[in-house]
């Protein structure tokens, strides 16, 4: 496994999508390493073995009205009908409650990190944040083409949207987060940790002199946003059309309630 005391020096930068417009920050204390996302509250964990490979899944214990909108059972069966090949080294799945500024700044329904810290540990991650359940989604009535196409999809996931005179606002229910999450998001996230494989191994990117770490990190880092977006979105797309004629998805195991 890498080498846990290198750290990602993107972290905090505009390479992992930090406005420099913005007036709020996210701050990391001086001399850490650590990322917002890596610093956990109260939490507890469980280990699980899909498909001979262990998972470690980490679940931060949520504030009133948050919610974790899927449950530990909802994503190993999701993860245990994803190809075994496409695990490779990703270990932790974190149920995150994020900070009130960080979901302001960076809200988001999850994220791939390729070395992610937790007890010690080095592995990569995704996390899937909770949801506030007093928060909502808005968007802009002046939509992008991809901007619609992602609206849409979150209205065939559920979502009902009510429109004013300038933005389209729906109120952040549990099942329909959970529908957007685990039948999208840990797909899409995968996707990305995929694509990251693909990339790291291509033949041609060795490199004896260069620094492992760095090679594996400034090679998906530096590719276009695009691409990256492209092949995720692909990917989780291929996937949940394959669960979808199996019958595997939609399913119902421990619903929105917080009993992971």
Not at 104 to 116: A, K, P
Not at 162 to 172: A, G, P, R, V
Request: one cysteine or more; hydrophobic letters at 30%; a neutral charge.
């Amino acid at each position: 496994m890498f080498n846990p005391s290198r750290r990602n020096r993107n972290i905090g930068t505009a390479k992992q999508g930090f406005s420099k417009n913005n007036k709020l920050t996210i701050s990391t204390p001086y001399g850490s390493y650590q990322s917002f996302y890596e610093k956990l509250t109260t939490y507890k964990k469980e280990s699980r073995i899909i498909n001979n490979h262990e998972f470690v899944f980490v679940v931060e214990d949520t504030r009133l009205n948050s919610v974790h909108a899927c449950s530990i059972n909802d994503i190993v069966k999701i993860i245990s009908n994803i190809p075994v090949e496409d695990y490779g080294e990703l270990k932790f799945i974190v149920l995150r409650q994020p900070k009130r500024k960080e979901q302001i700044i960076s809200s988001v329904w999850g994220r791939l990190v390729y070395l992610y810290e937790f007890e010690k540990e080095d592995f990569p991650a995704i996390i899937l944040e909770s949801i506030d359940k007093d928060s909502q989604l808005i968007w802009s009535k002046k939509l992008s083409v991809d901007e619609r196409k992602e609206f849409e999809i979150l209205k065939n996931d559920g979502h009902i949207f009510e429109e004013s005179n300038k933005y389209f606002t729906s109120k952040i229910e549990p099942e329909f987060a959970r529908n957007t999450q685990l039948y999208r998001t840990l797909l899409h996230e995968f996707g990305h940790y995929v694509h990251y494989l693909e990339q790291v191994e291509k033949p041609g990117h060795e490199d004896e002199e260069f620094d492992e770490w760095e090679r594996r990190n400034d090679i998906h880092v530096n590719l276009p946003k695009k691409e990256k977006e492209k092949f995720a979105n692909n990917y989780a797309d291929k996937i949940k059309s394959e669960l979808i004629k199996k019958g595997v998805i939609p399913f119902h195991l421990n619903h929105y309630k917080n009993e992971n």
